[in-house]
């Protein structure tokens, strides 16, 4: 994968039989390709919902049920039906027999690190915003993000806790301009953090992944790609190359209670 790639997800229809073709290494240097699914809860959430009593487990169904919104439920639903669905295309089970859990957290050991399954050697991530939500899976660890585009004075309240040449890239722009490019750094960014299974505990300022229209940066050890998203979105995609250098735990330079966000996203 170089800097100029956008990848275009699959949409799956839900309730019908799905099989997957396990995505081949691309280039000279065999870089891991993830298979990627969007889903639309305003599309699908019907099917999803039907789907739901057979599809999700406990532990699912009651945090479906917490939620206040039907729209946040409808949408959590659909990700999660999707999620499940594409997992049990990839290791041939059925999607309500895969057993997820939680891996340590990276940063402090807690119980709610980067999701996994023991049923098989795949890896995933997933991302909500809105009705939309973003699936992966890969052979390698693998971080999505999902994002609509803020509001202007969101911009203006935390575009300062990215990078500083990223603030810099805002601040040369039109203030009409930035809410995309703060979606497109924020998409890479939290992509790549979730890959890494830490999530915002690392601060936003210590890497360098850009806001411009294509993905030119990539960590050591990463690559980063960006995901075609419907109008008013932005997504990307974070796939671990062969052999990567750790983070070490003195990189998690910010606690997550201390980061400010914007919009919905799961790990």
Not at 11 to 28: I, K, M, N, R
Not at 75 to 102: K, N, S
Not at 252 to 262: E, G, I, K, L, M
Request: net charge negative; glycine share 10%; with cysteine.
């Amino acid at each position: 994968m170089n800097g100029t790639v956008t990848y275009v997800p699959m949409t799956p229809v839900l309730g019908e039989p799905v099989s997957v073709a396990l995505p081949e290494p691309s280039g000279e240097s065999g870089d891991p390709v993830p298979l990627l699914w969007s889903v639309d809860a305003g599309r699908q959430g019907d099917v999803a919902v039907r789907l739901a009593a057979d599809v999700l487990d406990d532990g699912e169904k009651e945090r479906a049920a917490a939620f206040v919104r039907e729209t946040d439920r409808r949408c959590y639903i659909t990700a999660h039906v999707a999620l499940r669905t594409m997992l049990g295309a990839w290791l041939g089970m059925e999607p309500g027999a895969v057993r997820l859990h939680r891996e340590p957290c990276l940063s402090c050991g807690g119980p709610h690190g980067r999701p996994a399954t023991a049923d098989g050697p795949v890896h995933f991530s997933l991302s909500h915003s809105g009705s939309v939500a973003l699936l992966a899976c890969a052979a390698v660890p693998v971080g999505v993000d999902v994002e609509a585009l803020p509001r202007p004075e969101v911009v203006r309240e935390i575009g300062g806790e990215l990078h500083p040449r990223e603030t810099a890239e805002l601040s040369a722009l039109p203030e009409a301009g930035r809410p995309a490019a703060f979606a497109r750094g924020w998409a890479r960014k939290e992509a790549y953090l979730k890959g890494l299974g830490i999530g915002l505990s690392r601060s936003l300022s210590l890497d360098y992944l850009g806001t411009g229209p294509q993905a030119v940066n990539h960590p050591a050890g990463w690559l980063i790609g960006d995901v075609l998203a419907p109008a008013g979105f932005a997504a990307a995609v974070a796939v671990r190359s062969p052999s990567p250098p750790s983070p070490s735990r003195s990189s998690f330079a910010t606690s997550s209670a201390a980061v400010p966000r914007y919009g919905t996203a799961t790990p």
